[in-house]
Antibody, heavy 121, light 109 residues
Framework: EAQLVESGGGLVQPGGSLRLSCAAS????????MHWVRQAPGKGLVWVSR????????SYADSVKGRFTISRDNAKNTLYLQMNSLRAEDTAVYYC??????????????WGQGTLVTVSS | SSELTQDPAVSVALGQTVRITCQGD??????ASWYQQKPGQAPVLVIY???TRPSGIPDRFSGSSSGDTASLTITGAQAQDEADYYC????????????FGGGTKLTVL
């Protein structure tokens, strides 16, 4: 059974940085697009970023473009999200999700449990 | 970028049928996928494609689409179906974005 486990969340000051990790197991990680999705407290789900199976294509929501960087290490079966210049509005639970659609358009069949990022002074 | 619009809240009597809708330009060209999220839990895929249920999803869940509107129907709603439901599709403006609807809170009375 596929499993995704996020880590790296925590409290960070505005303007600070944080790197999230998502450890994958139970499937061939290098064959799938992967995404980050976030959810602010009491709010809806919002797509953040995606990366192709081999890392050759990446996309970002306008709200994080230029500040966040998605990456992956297929040898370590791990997905990353480097978050810089953090703002209060980035406060959310961050989920990693596997995309079962070969084109990477958001058919999320497995999700992690989420990691909470709080941006506050 | 495109948007997907959902009603914020819908209610249904126990055992009755409810339809949750999602409207957006991208749905004229692409199917939506639907996710159920219960409090404190990660979302779960319940419907994708034309009308496909992943393994383990009860057959009371079904999907359909017409024009710019996708629908998730629950036939014979159960108490455990009370949750938030989100539709997802791709951006229709040529941007490489995935788009979520705002979500619908389903209450089973």
């Amino acid at each position: 059974e596929a499993q995704l486990v996020e880590s790296g969340g925590g409290l960070v000051q505005p303007g600070g940085s944080l790197r999230l990790s998502c450890a994958a197991s139970g499937f061939t990680f290098s064959s799938y697009w992967m995404h980050w999705v976030r959810q602010a407290p009491g709010k809806g789900l919002v797509w953040v970023s995606r990366i192709k199976s081999d890392g050759s294509s990446r996309s970002y929501a306008d709200s994080v473009k230029g500040r966040f960087t998605i990456s992956r290490d297929n040898a370590k079966n791990t997905l990353y999200l480097q978050m810089n210049s953090l703002r209060a509005e980035d406060t959310a639970v961050y989920y990693c999700a596997r995309d079962s659609d070969n084109s990477g358009w958001g058919l999320f069949d497995y999700w992690g449990q989420g990691t909470l990022v709080t941006v506050s002074s | 970028s495109s948007e997907l619009t959902q009603d914020p809240a819908v209610s249904v009597a126990l055992g009755q049928t409810v339809r949750i809708t999602c409207q957006g330009d991208s749905l004229r060209s692409y199917y939506a996928s639907w996710y159920q999220q219960k409090p404190g839990q990660a979302p779960v895929l319940v419907i994708y494609g034309k009308n496909t249920r992943p393994s383990g999803i009860p057959d009371r869940f079904s999907g359909s689409s017409s024009g710019d509107t996708a629908s998730l129907t629950i036939t014979g709603a159960q108490a455990q179906d009370e949750a938030d439901y989100y539709c997802v599709s791709r951006d229709s403006s040529g941007n490489p974005f995935v788009v979520f609807g705002g979500g619908t809170k389903l209450t089973v009375l």
